[in-house]
């Protein structure tokens, strides 16, 4: 039987870095399982704020790929103010800490390039990809965002060729996002922004949704949305075996990139009290670091009893990140303070549950983050404001760690597999196409 095929517009492909280049490139590992044939289209020049060679064996062997050449004002950006390259990835300095020079580059990039300044690539792809549709035969195309622009191509092409099926894939939301407020907008750049994301929403086919919320929230906008979360891959992430590896000290670590805006600092001070009133805690304690940790935040835990309890080790690939989660004893995860952010899930819970070890979670209340992890058992989700309940939790887990008892077990993780999300993706898209 022919495989249908999927055209798929990604920005972020290996040898990028990040949880972002993961969902599509997991889905086109596995879709030709289920009946698909990704093509991915890609900038044949793109700039990148991390980057992962690790990720390229997961690229299908032989998978096709079609790349034009792209121009982005970051590279100039960067040179002019060092801190872009933060904003590229979407993080801020924010408050106290903006220099007139972020200021400005935060004014300008939410104002001149919109949505994003990846958008000089809108017009040359869609010339491109009318023509490719028209000697190809293509059954559906996903646009995945962020850059929210790559949106601006499916949408243009969907308008120009009569019968064309398009998914818009939200890894983040776009008006939605927690930073959307920092980005300084005046009145008009603001309604443009609103204005596209709408359109976007009315004549996708299906929009795609990375959380439970987004879904619901991206249907009250008009979008006829379907939450696939994203997921871990099993060849990835061998379960560890709790009881066969004991960790020399009990170890709470973060793995990923830390900003400002999803500072826990709350439990830097539960963790700073422990080590100052539990003798025993604080000769066993660990907290690691694995990934781009906010220099500000560095200097107020060095600052603090936790500073001769750090182990920070910087930026690591992928598969070593993995490894790194596996000598840990309970994984932390942050997200944005604001209700709004309670839909974001981000994509290092579904590797932390793959682990098999206790998770330790920040965000807003009733985030969907605590559905996930009273769904699997897998730990305990805290506002900021929490403060005597995180101790608690963790000198519970320790109390079990010290009398080498497995830390609790989880369960039900068995649905955000990457291959079982990726069956869910198929059964979307044959259904788009009959």
């Known amino acids: 039987m022919e495989h249908k095929k999927i055209l798929i517009i990604t920005y972020y492909w290996p040898p990028a870095g990040g949880p972002g280049v993961q969902r599509w ?48 004002p970051y590279q100039l950006a960067e040179k002019l103010n060092k801190s872009n390259k933060k904003f590229k990835a979407g993080q801020f300095d924010v408050g106290t800490h903006q220099s007139w020079k972020s200021k400005l580059s935060i004014w300008v990039r939410g104002n001149f390039f919109i949505p994003d300044a990846r958008v000089f690539w809108v017009k040359p792809s869609v010339k491109f990809l009318a023509h490719y549709l028209k000697e190809n035969k293509i059954d559906v195309v996903v646009t995945s965002g962020p850059p929210h622009s790559l ?61 439970y919320t987004d879904a619901e929230n991206f249907r009250k906008a008009g979008a006829n949305a379907i939450c696939i979360t994203n997921g871990f891959d099993e060849s990835d ?28 600092e709350k439990l830097w001070k539960a963790l700073d009290e422990l080590v100052k009133t539990h003798p025993d805690f604080a000769e066993n304690f660990i907290l690691k670091f694995a990934g781009r940790v906010d220099d500000k935040i560095l200097d107020y835990i060095e600052n603090s009893a936790l500073r001769n309890h750090i182990l920070n080790l910087g930026y690591l690939s992928h598969d070593k990140a993995i490894e ?26 579904f590797e932390y549950l793959a682990t098999g070890k206790q998770i330790l979670s920040f965000g807003p209340d009733q985030a969907d983050v605590s559905k996930i992890l009273e769904q699997t058992q897998a730990g305990k989700h805290f506002s900021y404001s929490d403060s005597e309940s995180i101790k608690s ?8 760690w010290k009398n080498g008892n497995s830390i609790e077990s989880i369960q039900n993780i068995e649905q955000f597999s990457r291959k079982n999300l990726t069956q869910q993706l198929a059964e979307v898209l044959d259904q788009t196409v009959h």
């Open 237 to 264: 992430s061998g379960k560890t075996d709790p009881q066969k590896s004991k960790t020399a000290k009990f170890t709470l670590s973060y793995i990923g990139v830390l900003e400002q805006l999803r500072n826990p």
């Open 324 to 349: 790194e989660m596996q000598s840990s004893d309970v994984l932390l995860i942050t997200n944005f303070p604001n209700e709004s952010s309670k839909g974001i899930i981000p994509g290092k819970i």
């Open 25 to 72: 490139l997991k889905f086109a590992k596995y879709l030709p399982d289920f009946g698909w044939k990704p093509i991915i289209y890609t900038p044949e020049n793109p700039s990148y704020p991390l980057l992962d060679e690790s990720l390229i064996k997961d690229v299908p062997e032989n998978i096709e790929m079609v790349k034009t050449k792209i121009w982005e």
């Open 151 to 211: 949106h601006l191509i499916g949408l243009q092409l969907k308008k120009k060729i009569t019968g064309l099926k398009w998914i818009a894939d939200f890894r983040d939301p776009w008006t939605e996002i927690s930073y959307y407020q920092h980005l300084k907008l005046t009145k008009s750049s603001d309604r443009k922004h609103r204005q596209l994301e709408s359109e976007v929403f009315k004549n996708a086919n299906i929009t795609l949704a990375t959380s």
């Open 393 to 400: 939790f963790i000198l519970k887990k320790f109390e079990l």
